[in-house]
């Protein structure tokens, strides 16, 4: 089993760690402490070493940061962690604060009105984060003061740094090699007069070398930096021990190989102007530079864009792991359905799951822990069953099920909402408008330059007729056997950033009603550009190709409610599920599979 039932931390274990840290900010003369989830990587998920958040609080989520003060402890948490966070901190030492509802900086101005000193460590803040907070702070006598971390100082059990293995990535299924991709970046900064470029990002280092590793968990990256000079030529600054010969070989004598405590001596020894992603590189880059004179300029970290637009290998090697995981997720269905309700526990599920992927014989990890919650646990967007936490499925119960797999050709991401037993009105309704939602996107033509701020809606619309909604985005971007979670595409109102062909994201409405149940339902999509359409005023188009097959459970659905463009885009789907995995499947589940996806 790739994925554990254990609970990490414990909230008896958060107050005296946090009397710990605060006689050390009294030590240093500090009225404040920051504590992201985060590492110096701005990565999603981190090392057990990093996870400096839930060791203090008890808090696991993979979002929120904590601010301690002599007084209050305030942990930031949004939407779709304010169930879990309440369960999981001691009430009467940590405050669960609505974030992004309560911003940081009039926070601090509430707690701290007379002024005050507050620390943070540069290698877990990006010079963007300090400046909106230190611009929120303006007028106050509050001062930030970048500090030694004191969490490592009083962590004595801190576990050592990942050792992971780094191994190449084919070039054949990465569409260019590493070559090619550091020739095409190094154009890019000569012709905006930059020397040099700084990565920090373990998926951008992961993506420019063709390279993966086994640092973190669910994402096969590398803990490290990389320089990519304007001549092509390239640094990383990983444990070298994590190479074999093959994997030396492959990044070839343009790649210096280093020890990651010889970075800040390479970094000011850069002619510059530097290159540096305000939003993603640590301050402490940007004090290394200022303090050896180098110049450096800002501007995004020159892999983020290639990253993002797919090459028609990796789309062909995306759509390949989508076929296999695509059977193997009907392999489970099929069992699943077979089984009585109250037999089953979610820990039953998600062991079944994985053992279905893992016998397609390619599993290289799952791509995030599964959430499988039933009842009112499915309320719980990012919910992680434990042994604690386990339960049974009982009648009349839904089941959210969210899972994926790290595949050497793919990585997947999909969620079914499914019946136990008979279900209710209430539940088939939202589910019928969730679905409505994730088939308004699927079905969606745009104009060229919109971005997921610009798409977001729609896929609310029907949900929002209701007086229902989601607190988290319709869909983030994916990689291509990297991470599950990928910038700077999504599907948010938040997001500005336009959508391109080959860019891959899910798209995964729900709706989860506090105490009773929980819907989403997700397929991963791939833009494509379109034909003008007959009749049109002629301009190309952008839309979606659908890269998830495996069926919608029907059950849920409130015919009632659905249109005929909606039920043929289902009948449709559902008929190409069935061309395309059903030759796949064992002949139990082909049977299932011919059932479920009958026409309706």
């Known amino acids: 089993m790739f994925q554990s039932f254990t609970e990490s931390a414990r909230p008896d274990q958060g107050p005296p760690r946090l009397a710990q840290l605060r006689r050390a900010m009294a030590e240093v003369g500090l009225a404040g402490w920051l504590v992201p989830r985060a590492d110096a990587h701005q990565g999603e998920y981190v090392a057990r070493c990093d996870d400096r958040l839930a060791w203090l609080t008890g808090f696991t989520g993979s979002a929120g940061f904590c601010a301690v003060l002599p007084d209050v402890a305030g942990v930031f948490i ?11 901190l001691a009430a009467t030492h940590f405050t669960p ?32 984060q300090i400046d909106a907070l230190t611009e929120a702070l303006t007028g106050s006598a509050i001062r930030l003061i970048p500090h030694a971390n004191l969490i490592d100082s009083i962590w004595p059990d801190r576990p050592a740094p990942p050792q992971g293995a780094i191994t190449p990535w084919p070039d054949t299924l990465a ?80 790649i210096t190989l280093t020890p990651p405590d010889t970075f800040e001596t390479a970094l000011a020894a850069l002619p510059g102007p530097v290159r540096l992603d305000r939003a993603s590189v640590p301050l402490r880059v940007v004090q290394v530079l200022d303090s050896a004179g180098v110049p450096h300029v800002w501007g995004a970290d020159p892999c983020i864009l290639p990253k993002a637009r797919k090459t028609p290998a990796e789309i062909a090697a995306t759509r390949a792991a989508h076929m296999r995981d695509g059977a ?18 979610e820990i039953d599920v998600v062991r079944r799951l994985e053992q279905a992927r893992a016998a397609t014989g390619k599993l290289l990890d799952i791509s995030f822990d599964t959430i499988a919650g039933s009842g009112p646990n499915g309320a719980l967007p990012h919910y992680r069953v434990t042994e604690a936490s386990n339960r049974r499925l ?14 050497l050709d793919g990585t997947t991401d999909i969620t079914r909402t499914l019946p136990i037993g008979t279900p209710g009105a209430e539940e088939r309704a939202a589910f019928t408008r969730v679905l409505q939602g994730m088939i308004a996107i699927s079905r969606l033509r745009f104009p060229r330059g919109l971005a997921g701020r610009d798409l977001d809606a729609i896929a609310r619309y ?18 291509v056997h990297l991470c599950v979670h990928e910038g700077p595409q999504r599907l948010s109102r938040l997001s500005d950033t336009p959508l391109e062909s080959g860019m891959i994201l899910s798209n995964e409405p729900g709706y ?54 909606e039920r043929d885009w289902l009948n449709t789907y559902h008929t190409a599920c069935r061309d395309k995995i059903g030759p796949l499947l064992s002949p139990p589940a082909r049977l299932w599979l011919d059932k479920v996806t009958q026409t309706s």
């Not at 993966?212 to 990983?238: C, E």
Request: hydrophobic share 40%; net charge negative.
């Open 78 to 88: 949004d939407g779709r962690y304010r169930v879990q966070a309440r369960a999981q």
């Open 97 to 128: 604060v609505d974030w992004p509802d309560t911003r940081l900086g009039p926070w601090l101005r509430a707690h701290l009105p007379e002024g005050g000193d507050v620390g943070f460590d540069p290698w877990l803040y990006t010079p963007e």
């Open 175 to 254: 569409g260019a090699s590493s070559a090619q991709k550091r020739a095409s970046l190094a154009e890019t900064l000569r012709k905006a007069g930059q020397t040099s470029a700084v990565l920090s990002l373990t998926d951008s280092i992961a993506w420019l070398f063709n390279i993966r590793g086994r640092d973190i968990p669910r994402n096969p990256v590398a803990q490290g930096f990389a320089i990519l000079h304007d001549d092509g030529r390239s640094a990383l600054f990983t444990d070298p021990a994590k190479l074999d010969a093959t994997a030396r070989a492959h990044l070839g004598p343009e």
């Open 328 to 345: 193997a997720m009907c392999e489970f269905l099929a069992w699943f359905d077979a089984q009585s309700p109250g037999t089953l526990t």
């Open 394 to 407: 009982l009648d009349g119960e839904l089941l959210v099920l969210d899972s994926g797999g790290q595949y």
């Open 462 to 479: 029907p949900l929002w007729l209701a007086d229902q909604d989601y607190a988290h985005g319709t869909g983030h971007g994916v990689g």
């Open 512 to 565: 989860y009603r506090e105490g009773a149940f929980g819907i989403r339902i997700e397929n991963l999509i791939v833009v494509t550009a379109l034909d003008p359409a007959p009749g049109g005023d002629g301009a190309t188009h952008l839309g979606f190709e659908t890269l998830t097959y495996t069926p919608i459970d029907t059950r849920l659905i409130d015919d009632t409610l659905l249109t005929k463009p």
